[in-house]
Every structure is written in structure tokens, then in C-alpha cells.
């Protein structure tokens, strides 16, 4: 059962602003997408805001928290060692 609510707060979006291009938004992500754009921000030496504004940039038509999680998922896949399994 408390596995059951962990999971739950898990997968449930936290949502925090920020201001991009003058305009202040909301962000709506679950709090693992959160913690890896926050690490992200940092290995690339900027805040999580000027991360956002970059990715808000190039997002298209895409919503912004799509963008963010595909941007997220994304920079996870090019900087993980590469596993035994992986062909190359």
C-alpha cells in the first residue's frame, strides 16, 4: 500500500513558474523529469529557467512540458555510458 502512494506522488506533475521572453508560465512535469532537468542545468553550468527558455525556443508547436520531457529524455540518452547490450 505505501508503495502504492510513493508511486502515486511519484507520477503526479508538480507545476512551477517561470518568466521566458518577458512572460511569466507555468510548467506542469512529474518530479523525475524535475530532478534531471535540475542536474541537467547544472552540468551545462545555467539555471533551470535559462535551460527552459533554451528549450521553450525550439520547441515548435510542441507544448512546453512535452518539450521539456523529450529535451530531458534526450540529453539522458546521449550522456549515459554505454551499456553492454548497446550495438557500435
Do not use: C
Request: proline share 2%; no cysteine.
Amino acid at each position: 500500500m505505501a508503495e502504492r502512494r510513493s508511486t502515486a506522488r511519484a507520477v503526479r506533475p508538480v507545476k512551477r513558474s517561470f518568466t521566458i521572453a518577458g512572460h511569466r508560465t507555468s510548467v506542469s512535469l512529474e518530479e523525475a523529469f524535475w530532478a534531471a532537468l535540475k542536474e541537467a542545468a547544472a552540468a551545462e553550468q545555467r539555471s533551470v529557467a535559462s535551460l527552459v527558455e533554451h528549450i521553450d525556443g525550439g520547441r515548435g508547436e510542441a507544448g512546453l512540458s512535452s518539450a521539456i520531457r523529450v529535451w530531458v529524455l534526450n540529453y539522458v540518452r546521449s550522456h549515459r555510458a554505454p551499456t553492454r547490450g548497446d550495438a557500435h
